[in-house]
Every structure is written in C-alpha cells, then in structure tokens.
C-alpha cells in the first residue's frame, strides 16, 4: 500500500519570503501522479500542483514550484513570495493510477506572518 | 463553472440514527469520490464511481455505509446506526477521467456530528 509522509505538522514564513514544504512517499510502481493541495480555514480542498512521475521536469504554477526526486520518493513544495492568503493546510497527495484514489498525507499546517 | 457541491454542510445527529448527504458533481465529470476526513488528519478514501459503477470501496466503509449514484449525476452517502466515531467531514471530489492525470476536485464537505 501506498503511504505518505509529511514530516513537518507546522511552519511559519514571514510575508514574500520563500518556504518549502517536505512530502515523502513509498510506492513500488514507476508511473504515478503527485499532487498538492490547499485547505484554508473555510476547509474547502484546492489543487495547488500536480506532477507526472514520467516528467522529468519539475512542474510549477505561478509562485509555487515542486522539487520531485523520484529515485529518493520526495515531492517538496516551495511557495515564493510568501502572501496572507496562502495560510492554509497543505497535503501531499499520491494518485497511483490516473483516476484512481488519492492518498493523503497528514498535512503542514502553514501560517503566512504579516 | 460550478464546482461540486455537498448538502447539507453541517448535519447533527443523535447516536444510532440514519444519516445521508449528497454531493453533485462538475456536471461533465464521470467520477465521483468520496472521502472522510477527521479533525487534523488528511482525507481518508472511502469509494468512487464511475458513471452509476461504483469501482472500489475502502475497508473503512463498514456495513453501516452505502453509497450510491443511481443515474451517474449526483451521489448520496447514507451511514446507518450512527456511532460517535463516525463525527467528521465527508467530502465528496469528481473529475473527468481520461487523458492523463485526472485532477479531483473537491466539495465544500459535509461536517457530521454525532451526539
């Protein structure tokens, strides 16, 4: 079974500096999907990134960018430019198949400081 | 675009009554997922559909749970014989399968209490 590891409950950023968030996950297949997701305190689940494990290259949206190291099953996420509004949880999510369940990690806790 | 919906948001109960929620999808979405997550803790799978097909079920999903999507549109969770361990947020996510990686997207979620 697939599992994944998200080592830091909580962080703090100061306001436009960067942070990077850490996601590990043990998996025995070669092709698979990794995602990022946001959950404010409203709570409702946005998609902040996603990567192919067959891509090479690391994806990136805007400020946010992954650090996927597929051979040491790492996926970390950096946010630059640290704003209020990307205080949230964050989870790390692993979809073996496409389509398939999502298994989530137990999330980071970030709070962006003004 | 409406996203995906859940009704209620918030459903309290007493100990061994029957309860049901119901998630609408992104209306071009063939898959539905349903998940329950617990205050702190990440989503935990419960079962998906695809179209009216229900496709995997957790062993989470005891025998008090069902879950259908009878005409492949929206989808209802019924828990039976509610227990107190069965507090938490239900969220249901649905996506287009095809193509590639297909992204879930999520409901606000339904927020259980069970007295």
């Known amino acids: 079974a697939q599992t994944v590891t998200q080592s830091q409950p909580e962080m703090s950023v100061q306001e436009a500096e960067t942070v990077t968030l850490s996601c590990t996950y043990d998996?025995?297949?070669?092709?698979?999907?990794l995602f990022w997701y946001k959950q404010p305190p409203s709570r409702q689940m946005i998609l902040v990134i996603r990567?192919?494990?067959?891509?090479?290259q690391n994806a990136t949206e805007n400020r946010f960018s992954v650090n996927f190291q597929k051979a040491a099953k790492s996926f970390s996420l950096k946010i630059s430019d640290s704003q209020l509004g990307d205080t949230a949880m964050y989870f790390c999510?692993?979809?073996?198949?496409?389509?398939?369940?999502?298994?989530f990690g137990e999330g980071t806790q970030l709070t962006v400081n003004p | 675009d409406t996203g995906v919906s859940q009704n209620p948001r918030h459903k309290i109960t007493k100990r061994g009554q029957n309860v049901t929620f119901r998630c609408d999808p992104i209306?071009?979405?063939?898959?539905l997922y349903w998940y329950r997550q617990t205050l702190g803790q990440g989503p935990e799978f419960l079962t998906y559909?695809?179209?009216?097909?229900?496709?995997?079920k957790s062993r989470l999903l005891s025998d008090r749970f069902s879950a259908e999507r009878p005409k492949g549109s929206f989808s209802t969770l019924e828990i039976q014989r509610t227990e107190q361990g069965d507090s938490a947020m239900y969220l249901c996510?649905?996506?287009?399968?095809?193509?590639?990686?297909?992204?879930?997207?999520f409901g606000p979620g339904t927020r259980l209490t069970v007295l």
């Open positions: 996510a649905s996506s287009l399968a095809g193509g590639g990686a297909d992204t879930q997207y």
């Open positions: 998996t025995s297949e070669n092709n698979y999907y």
């Open positions: 990567q192919e494990a067959y891509k090479q």
């Open positions: 999510a692993f979809e073996e198949t496409s389509g398939s369940r999502l298994t």
């Open positions: 209306s071009e979405h063939n898959r």
């Open positions: 559909f695809q179209n009216e097909a229900q496709l995997e």
